[in-house]
Structures are given as C-alpha cells and as structure tokens.
T-cell receptor, first 111, second 114 residues
Framework: AQTVTQSQPEMSVQEAETVTLSCTYD???????LFWYKQPPSRQMILVIR??????QNATENRFSVNFQKAAKSFSLKISDSQLGDAAMYFC????????FGAGTILRVKS | NAGVTQTPKFQVLKTGQSMTLQCAQD?????MYWYRQDPGMGLRLIYY???????DKGEVPNGYNVSRLNKREFSLRLESAAPSQTSVYFC?????????????FGSGTRLTVV
C-alpha cells in the first residue's frame, strides 16, 4: 500500500519570506501523480499544484513550486513571497489507483 | 456553481443514533469517494464507488455503509453512531479512477457524536 509522510506538523514563515514543506512517499508503482492541497479554515480542499511522475521538470504555479526527487521519493513544496492568505493546512497526496494523503502541515504566516 | 455538494454541513448525534450524509455532483463524474479527516491523520478513505452500481471498501470502512444511488449521488450511512466517528467527512468525485483525473471535493460535514 502507498503511504505519504509529512514530517513537519507545523511550520512558520515571515510574510514575504520563503518556506518549504516536506513530503515523502512510498510506492512500488512507476506511474502516478503527486499533489499539494491547501485547506484554509473554511475546510475547502484547494488544489495548489500537481506533478506527473514521468515528468522530470518540476511543476510551478506562480509563487508555488515543487522539488520532485523521484528516486528519493520526495516531493517538497516551496512557497515564495509568503502572504497572510497562505496560512492554512497543507496536505501532500499521492494519486495511484486512489488518492492517499499525508497527515498535513499547518503553515502559519507572521506579519 | 458546478461541483460537489454535501449535506448537512454540521451535525450532532447521540451515541447509537443513525444518520445519512448526502453527496451529489453535477460534473457527470463516474467515480465518487468518502473520506474522513482526523487531526494528525490527514484524510482517510472510507468507501469509494468506481462507477455507478459499484462500491468498494477503503482504508477505514468499519461502522459505515454507502449507497451509489445513481451517477450523481453517493451517500454515507452511520447505522449506530459512536464517539470514534466524530470527524469531518468529505465527499469527492473524479471523472474516472485512472490516475490522470483529479478529484473535486465537497466542503465537508463536521459530525460530532456525543
């Protein structure tokens, strides 16, 4: 079975600074997708960024980028120029046959 | 707005009571899912329906039943609620089970069992 590990229960960042959230996963499959979801206090699950395992190039969406290391089974999220609205719970997720989530990282943004 | 609609948004139950969480999607998706979210554990899959007419157990199915009523609707039933079922429940859908299709989530139901 696939597992996803987020080793940082909480992280803090100063507004306008950069923060990196860590994620590792375990799988024997060769074809899969990886995602980062944001969950603000509203509870809504918002897709932040996705990465296809067969693509070497790291995905980027505006201030959000990933560092995908397939051999190491690592998938970290970098948030640049952090904003107050980035404060939320962030989930790393693995998409094989089904979507499997990590435990989440609470990100706090200080003004 | 198109998407996944869950009802109710909040519910308090007494131990032993039963209830059904409703979920409907209007995106013509084939696959639907029920997750529960607990602190420190992320979202865990309870049941899923790959297509209309089929349902399968996920990671934590005990104490729950599901019904795929039609292509749009997928309900989750708690027959005899227990305090351990206090959680936030999410319904999601995807066009298919294959990996290149993303999930769309509902806004969740916060359930408290006292």
């Amino acid at each position: 079975a696939q597992t996803v590990t987020q080793s940082q229960p909480e992280m803090s960042v100063q507004e306008a600074e950069t923060v990196t959230l860590s994620c590792t996963y375990d799988t024997s499959e060769s074809d899969y997708y990886l995602f980062w979801y944001k969950q603000p206090p509203s509870r809504q699950m918002i897709l932040v960024i996705r990465q296809e395992a067969y693509k070497q190039q790291n995905a980027t969406e505006n201030r959000f980028s990933v560092n995908f290391q397939k051999a190491a089974k690592s998938f970290s999220l970098k948030i640049s120029d952090s904003q107050l609205g980035d404060a939320a719970m962030y989930f790393c997720a693995y998409r094989g046959n089904k979507l499997v989530f990590g435990a989440g990282t609470i990100l706090r943004v200080k003004s | 707005n198109a998407g996944v609609t869950q009802t109710p948004k909040f519910q308090v139950l007494k131990t032993g009571q039963s209830m059904t969480l409703q979920c409907a999607q209007d995106m013509n998706h084939n696959s639907m899912y029920w997750y529960r979210q607990d602190p420190g554990m992320g979202l865990r899959l309870i049941y899923y329906s790959a297509s209309e007419g089929t349902t399968d157990k996920g990671e934590v199915p005990n104490g729950y039943n599901v019904s795929r009523l039609n292509k749009r609707e997928f309900s989750l039933r708690l027959e005899s609620a227990a305090p351990s079922q206090t959680s936030v429940y999410f319904c999601a859908s995807s066009e298919a089970m294959t990996i290149n299709y993303g999930y769309t989530f509902g806004s969740g139901t916060r359930l408290t069992v006292v």
